[in-house]
């Protein structure tokens, strides 16, 4: 069964960087996900989708201050220079046999 | 550029029926993609619920499975959700999103539509 982890918060300062990690469970290592973001009282956004081998593509108009990478089981999403419109939660998501699956969200204070 | 709208009747009896419409633009749902509902408990994280394809095939989470129906209208250009039986724990922001056929990840979302399920 695939499952994916994320830590429950982060927070970090206004213009610094913020990473974020999914980590996918035991055989499931070569899976691609993606990043989507949710801003306080919208709906999801799609950031980018991250392959096992680090490359990424965006999604339509996000900035170049986020970014994607991974290594082994975890994939990541890197902020840099936080803005206030940055603080939302951060879900991943990928998809197996099937069945779509998303992980717990990370939630995002800037401070 | 592909606008899903998604909507329904905001308030549901419980044991009543919840049916939701997604309205595509920008893209055609017998096009080469996944159509897709998840849904979002107040407070909580998201819930894949399941996905039809431009072939009418379809995908459910096992948990809703015996609950649930998606279908499409290719003359409306619209995906449907129909959930039998709901009860509080059905209480949600339910969203329509996009999956490119042979991708993983979900590339657009609809703005959601918020269900209440209370007598």
């Known amino acids: 069964q695939l499952v994916l982890t994320q830590s429950p918060s982060a927070s970090a300062s206004l213009g610094a960087s913020v990473k974020f990690t999914c980590t996918l469970s035991?055989?499931?290592?070569?899976?691609?996900i993606a990043w989507h973001q949710q801003q306080p009282q919208k709906g999801p956004r799609y950031l980018m989708k991250?392959?096992?081998?680090?490359?990424?593509s965006k999604g339509d108009g996000i900035p170049d201050r986020f970014s994607g990478s991974s290594s082994g089981p975890e994939r990541y999403l890197t902020i840099s220079s936080l803005q206030s419109e940055d603080e939302a939660d951060y879900y991943c998501?990928?998809?197996?046999?099937?069945?779509?699956?998303f992980g717990g969200g990370t939630k995002l204070t800037v401070l | 550029q592909v606008h899903l709208q998604d909507s329904g009747p905001g308030l549901v009896k419980p044991s009543g029926t919840l049916s939701l419409t997604c309205a595509v633009s920008?893209?055609?749902?017998?096009?080469?993609?996944?159509w897709s509902w998840v849904r979002q408990p107040p407070g909580k994280g998201l819930e894949w619920i399941g996905e039809?394809?431009?072939?009418?095939?379809?995908h459910y989470n096992p948990s809703l499975k015996s609950r649930l129906t998606i279908s499409v209208d290719t003359s409306r250009n619209e995906v449907y959700l129909d959930l039998i039986s709901v009860t509080a724990a059905d209480t949600a922001v339910y969203y329509c999103?996009?999956?490119?056929?042979?991708?993983?990840?979900?590339?657009?979302w609809g703005q959601g539509t918020l269900v209440t399920v209370s007598s």
């Open positions: 999103a996009r999956r490119p056929d042979g991708y993983y990840e979900v590339d657009n």
């Open positions: 920008g893209d055609s749902v017998s096009g080469s993609s996944w």
């Open positions: 039809i394809s431009h072939r009418g095939s379809t």
């Open positions: 035991s055989g499931h290592r070569s899976f691609a």
């Open positions: 991250i392959n096992a081998d680090g490359s990424h």
């Open positions: 998501q990928t998809y197996v046999s099937g069945i779509q699956v």
